[in-house]
């Protein structure tokens, strides 16, 4: 859970995940809403809007593994059903958007955030050959749903990466 506490005579003490990357990006000295913010045991000086970004990074990471982890669920299940060898590379990058949300990497997100484009793309595009090959009205009612939910996650994905600073160092955990 997200909290931030304010001392009325000291700093901010923030209450995310350690790992969040906002605890690396340090606003500069001269801005006036600027304050102090502990990440575990290292102390940052960050402006009133990093701080919002900071939290709203960590609730959104939350939804995120929620998300990756049931889209990767659907990959196995897919698999499962039809032996499909892109149900394979749907858990990976499935995996790779719970890992990037995890420990906020840029590059794991964006990875995700493009199959999810194209996922998005080919639920349109399907709904569109369905309307011209005249498919049955339950297919046409089902179709526009599941892209319209797909555009849904798709967005929430991008709100996500373009949460995450630019500046901010990038590993990739051994």
């Known amino acids: 859970m997200t909290a931030i506490v304010e001392n009325p005579v000291g700093p901010i003490v923030l209450g995310v995940d350690p790992d969040n990357p906002y605890k690396d990006v340090s606003s500069p000295v001269d801005l006036g809403d600027t304050r102090y913010v502990y990440f575990g045991d290292q102390v940052t000086r960050l402006s009133d809007d990093d701080i919002d970004r900071a ?11 929620i998300l990756t982890y049931i889209d990767g669920m659907f990959g196995i299940l897919n698999f499962a059903a039809t032996g499909s060898i892109f149900s394979v590379l749907a858990c990976v990058v499935s995996y790779f958007g719970y890992k990037g949300a995890v420990i906020y990497s840029r590059n794991m997100v964006i990875s995700y955030l493009w199959y999810q484009i194209v996922l998005t793309f080919g639920r349109f595009s399907i709904f569109v050959m369905a309307i011209h090959d005249h498919a049955p009205t339950k297919l046409l009612i089902l179709l526009p749903v599941m892209a319209i939910v797909q555009a849904y996650i798709t967005w929430y994905v991008y709100k996500f990466y373009s949460l995450l600073p630019k500046n901010c160092i990038e590993y990739i955990p051994v």
């Open 55 to 65: 939290v709203e990074l960590d609730r959104r990471s939350t939804s995120m593994k």
